[in-house]
């Protein structure tokens, strides 16, 4: 990797902090605070908030059909995300103390929070922890592989792929083979020293 990619992608990660510094304090400006687990609102957002929420015969009478119909075959896909879950949970407890990479941490990931917004009906809420699940179970799962592939193979594909992990780009270019074992064992040890 030349000087002027590496420099670009540590103004890149520079500049992905200072957007999350930037999101973080305009949330925090939408008058909630986080206190431990639970997110508490002002209180006159709250009763805003209880306001616009729908009863649930009106959310099932104004609630799309289509909705409604292939809502089944959404929540059957469950069984499968918890047979991951489980399957992909075993191998990182059971694998990355052996190869001493860092347990990726899974409250990272999976986060259930919207439950606590007054706005919603209990349907909607059940709808929100399915999502919450199933998209916080995939960026769990995508960051464990991104570990297993950093320490096993940190080789970029010849060609273009899209939707690559946030460690890709600092991956070895295809066909860069000089040093290559002790450049694998460097981002090896790297996996061992993260926060």
């Known amino acids: 990797m ?27 400006s ?34 799309r059909p ?13 069984v499968p995300l918890l047979i991951l879950d489980l399957c992909v949970s075993f191998y990182q407890a059971a694998c990355f103390p052996i190869y001493k990479i860092v347990k990726v941490r899974r409250a990272d990931y999976i986060v259930f929070d919207r439950q606590h917004l007054g706005y919603l009906n209990w349907i909607e809420k059940f709808h929100c ?32 792929i899209l939707g690559t992990h946030a460690r890709y780009a600092r991956f070895l270019d295809y066909g860069d083979a000089p040093d290559y074992e002790a450049r694998l064992e460097e981002f090896r040890i790297a996996l061992g020293k993260m926060k």
């Not at 000087?3 to 949330?27: C, G, H, S, V, W």
Request: with cysteine.
């Open 2 to 28: 030349n000087d002027r990619i590496r420099a670009l992608l540590n103004q890149i990660t520079a500049l992905e902090n200072d957007l999350q510094t930037a999101l973080q304090e305009q949330q925090s």
């Open 30 to 63: 939408m008058f909630f605070q986080i206190k431990g687990k639970r997110i508490e609102f002002e209180g006159s957002i709250k009763q805003a908030h209880l306001r616009l929420k729908k009863g649930f015969f009106r959310w099932l009478v104004t609630n």
């Open 66 to 78: 289509q909705n409604l119909i292939t809502g089944p075959v959404i929540y059957l896909m469950i």
């Open 129 to 160: 922890s399915y999502c919450a699940y199933g998209t916080g179970l995939v960026a769990y799962i995508r960051e464990i592989l991104a570990r297993t592939e950093q320490y096993f193979c940190p080789i970029k594909h010849a060609r273009k």
